[in-house]
């Protein structure tokens, strides 16, 4: 390949690296932009060379520290100025590939971009573009290491390799991965980013990290569906789910109280306020959760609960799960058509909460000043919160040393988890008892009404704070009211949405989030089918089955060993006509009892068959003349006239038979 | 079929490229285990199953690639010689993409960007044998790199051909022929002058005498043209060779009578070329005389075969013909 093939080829593969980039927050416009510059002036320029000296190099490599300290964005992880610096050298050393040496150099800096494109993408129509990737890389790998053979010598020619054989490649490849991707461990290192062996409440933990990135909400999984046991049609009401009161709070951390230890199970149903109620006025309801973790949700107004596993209590009516449980649990809840009932806990004694931010406690006194009542203060923080700051789902970043202080004062914008967690910590501040609430909000009703699917999007965290009348805690949600999830009539065009949905929230529970408990279940459900199949079938069944491959096996191993003669157009083939007519007169000669030898030459049978039919020596001769063309003219092959082929067959045949 | 007659002389070798791309997995493979990404754990997969595939693809290519050779008929040593390799894909699922054969010093002799299923490419490679006598071709190397290059495997040719190389032709025998240095030439008399009837002009041929060229054409036409000419009476030449040196295992002996072998053997293809009939007489060995330059073979092969013999062997067969041309390192015939 020359230097103007390789500059193309760099080019190409550097613009469908940056396919993902526009569709993503990873990286900003104007680098991808200028990448992607580079990418098209290699692709439709390749002639153009951009010769640069040491000097000047040096000047372009302070410009770039400069461009990405400029572009900022550290306060999303350092993913993002990362990416803008891998971007600009990309860029540059595209640029000064001239030959092989430099274009290979330059070939590492665009894989990785597109590593960080696909690996930043959620979205499931980043299956085609990995499917696609995977045929794309071979193509190039295939071609880079077959212009290395002849580098400095032969060219390639242009359309090699073949493309169906790229294809076919790729698609094994694929193929391949799929059992690889299953079985590779996943195991959340303490090194980086993980989070331990927290149990998961709502999308990935038990506790509320307000550092972490809100990539719960944009997770289209199912997480809950809720079932009307009468099919009478659900009350909005009832749609938001709790799962549990987050009190112990460090700073950036919010985690749930622990729970008894015994467990909670009277007269075959679980009370978690403490109290009975009447059922006879209150709904049943059918809860089903896909992916158990440790609590039960309980839609508002829950009265009573019924659970097949056996549950705890936690201080704040948290129902906990006694036990793991591999797969999708269902339960039923009583909840009351009444006002709900409200937790009557009492808050945690002699635990230091957040040490606030100076400017953070003289923000709280200045949202409640000259407010008495605590039911007033708290409606004014949670006011304040909604009306001045926005709903984010980017800006995150582990890096924050005080998030709230960092959300309240500065970034002014966050997911629930930041409005939630700054407004216990306003109310803190004034004297008022508060707490984070996790569960979900919202979700999709079915037409009829009496069935809803709620999925990790509706994900939500609201506060408890202890206002109000007999030392209850009341709820409160900070959250602009636009950016709670909300319930959804499912109307006829839903459907085609749901079925959207279903892919993009298969994509998320089998791929995205699949881990352990997934391998485990795996593991698991294979165990199942082996006993099934042992048990199923007997010894006897498994003996003939072993027979009936082994001799299948036998049969295919002697089809493909059978005698071969040497020229492979003797087999029968659409190209070759000639060659097959050679091959039909090996086998007249066998069948006049003549041996054909396995390596048998076309020459050798042409002569045999003259000897013992002299009438047919032409016509054979002629057709074992043209069998040798066809199968000898190297790489452009020819293949014989077939009308003359079978005139002289025809001829040879009536010889034959004389 | 076992692994070893599939695969003779088997050789793997981890490339650079191959090594890099462990190494990128690896990382790839800390990366998504550290994370749980399974974006990063899909393209490990996509990673790992190129690998398997690749593997798979290139040893399937490297059993089912054959190759048969096609030696060229004459073959003398020191001379370039046109062989035919066949490489033939017996796969009927594998293409055979980057094919490299390599001969006996390393050189890539042939390559074969592609060769489709069931297909067979010919190609010619030149080879030069350096010394007359058997020969067998190699050991030539079939590497497969591709398709993704993480591994060069190859495996020896086996060629189970031998070919005779006859002896090196000289440029310059026709003078030494003549002169005398215990060579005795019966026919001397019969080169001196110019006789004969002119046959035909032609192109200058190696061996040659300069004196048969025809000067005037030769400047006309810008390139060496020689006269032949038809003798009048071809009566048969013998070129006895007398294989005794004295001592057999002496390397300088040994060049001398390799330089003897070659002065026969060039002085066989100039007569034959000439229209005269020529004899050999190597040792024991008697080729009565042959008369066509296709069958020059016959007189050549024991010139091919000959190896020096110590002094206490048997002089070489008396023959009784008037023309015969005595070649001996040992001294006199009758020696």
Known sequence: ?658 | MGFAASFPGFRLRLTRWGIAYLVGSLILGLAAVNTGNNALMALLGLALGSYVVSGAWSRQVLGSVEATVTLPSEVFADRSALVDVELANTSGIFPAYGLLVRDGEGRAVIFEELLPTNARHKHTVEVVFPGRGWHTLGPWRLEVILPLGFFLKSKALVWDQQVLVYPRLLANVAQSTRRGGGRRSPDALDLRGREGEVTQLRDFREGDELRALHWKQTARQRRLVVVERQRAIERPVFFVLDPRIEDPSDPQQRDRFERLVSEVATGVVQRLRQGVPVGVVVGPIVVHPVRSIRRAPVALRPLAEVQPQPLTETAPAEIDVARKMFFSLAGGPGR
């Not at chain 1, 039909?584 to 030459?601: D, M, N, Y």
């Not at chain 1, 057709?623 to 003359?644: I, K």
């Open chain 1, 1 to 658: 390949m020359t230097a103007r093939e390789y500059r193309r080829l760099l080019g190409v593969l550097l613009l469908w690296a940056l396919v993902p980039l526009p569709f993503l927050y990873i990286v900003l416009p104007p680098f991808w932009l200028l990448t992607a510059a580079v990418g098209f002036l290699l692709s439709l320029r390749p002639t153009w060379r951009l010769r640069l000296s040491v000097g000047l190099l040096n000047v372009i490599g302070i410009a770039i520290i400069a461009a990405v300290l400029f572009g900022g964005g550290l306060h999303v992880g350092p993913l993002r100025p990362l990416g803008h610096l891998l971007l600009l050298l990309t860029a540059v050393r595209a640029l000064l590939v001239v030959d092989r040496r430099t274009f290979l150099r330059a070939l590492l800096p665009v894989f990785l971009v597109w590593v960080v494109a696909l690996t930043s993408s959620t979205d499931v129509s980043v299956v085609l573009y990995f499917c696609i990737s995977a045929a794309v890389w071979w193509w190039a790998a295939m071609r880079i290491h077959l212009s290395g053979l002849v580098d400095g010598g032969l060219r390639i020619a242009k359309n090699l390799p073949q493309p169906r054989h790229v294809v076919a490649a790729a698609t094994v490849t694929l193929l391949l991965s799929i059992p690889i991707f299953l079985v590779l461990p996943r195991l959340h290192s303490p090194w980086i980013a993980g989070r331990g062996g927290v149990s998961s409440v709502t999308g990935f933990s038990s506790h509320v990290d307000l550092a972490g990135v809100g990539s719960i909400s944009q997770s289209r999984e199912v997480a809950i569906i809720v079932r009307s046991v009468s099919g009478k049609p659900l009350d909005p009401r009832w749609m938001r789910l709790r799962a549990t009161a987050l009190e112990r709070m460090t700073r950036d951390t919010w985690a749930a109280r622990g729970a008894s230890r015994v467990p909670e199970n009277r007269d075959g149903l679980i009370w978690p306020h403490g109290e009975r109620w009447s059922l006879e006025d209150a709904v049943e309801l059918e809860v089903e959760l896909v992916r158990p973790r440790r609590f039960l949700f309980q839609p508002e107004g829950t009265i009573a609960l019924s659970s097949p596993v056996p549950v705890r209590l936690d201080p704040s009516g948290g129902v906990v799960l006694g036990r793991r449980v591999s797969r999708s649990l269902t339960y039923t809840v009583w909840v009351t058509r009444g006002p709900p009932p409200r937790p009557t806990d009492p808050p945690v004694r002699g635990q230091a909460k957040i040490e606030t931010n100076p400017e953070v406690r003289r923000l709280a006194w200045d949202i409640v000043a000259g407010i008495d009542k605590d039911v007033a203060k708290a409606a004014a923080v949670e006011r304040h919160l909604q009306q001045n700051y926005g709903y984010s789902m980017s800006g995150m970043t582990h890096l924050r040393a005080d998030p709230v202080a960092w959300f309240l004062l500065r970034e002014r914008q966050g997911h629930c988890e930041y409005f939630a967690g700054a407004m216990v910590a306003l109310l803190d501040v004034v004297g008022i008892p508060a707490r984070m609430v996790a569960g979900y909000s919202g979700g999709s009703l079915s037409l009829a009404g009496d069935e809803a699917l709620v999925r990790q999007a509706n994900a939500h965290t609201w506060v408890e704070a202890r206002v109000g009348q007999g030392e209850s805690w009341t709820a409160f949600d900070p959250t602009p009211e636009g950016e709670v999830p909300p319930l959804h009539r499912t109307s006829g065009i839903d459907r085609v949405r749901w079925a959207l949905e279903w892919v993009q929230s298969s994509w998320d529970r089998y791929v995205l989030t699949f881990g352990l408990g997934e391998q485990m279940q795996l593991i698991s459900t294979a165990a199942d089918v082996i006993d099934f199949v042992l048990r199923r079938f007997s010894g006897r069944h498994l003996f003939w089955f072993v027979v009936v491959v082994g001799v299948g096996f036998l049969l295919w191993r002697s089809v493909r060993n059978r005698p071969v003669l040497p020229s492979g157009g003797l087999r029968r083939s659409r190209r070759t006509p000639a060659a097959n007519a050679v091959g039909r007169v090996a086998r007249r000669l066998q069948k006049s009892g003549v041996e054909v030898p396995p390596r048998a030459t076309i020459r050798w049978i042409a002569n045999r068959a003259r000897t013992i039919w002299p009438g047919a020596g032409t016509a054979v001769g002629e057709l074992a003349w043209l069998a040798e063309r066809e199968l000898y003219a190297g790489g452009t092959r020819r293949t014989g006239d077939r009308t003359r082929v079978r005139h002289l067959w025809t001829r040879a045949h009536r010889a034959m038979r004389q």
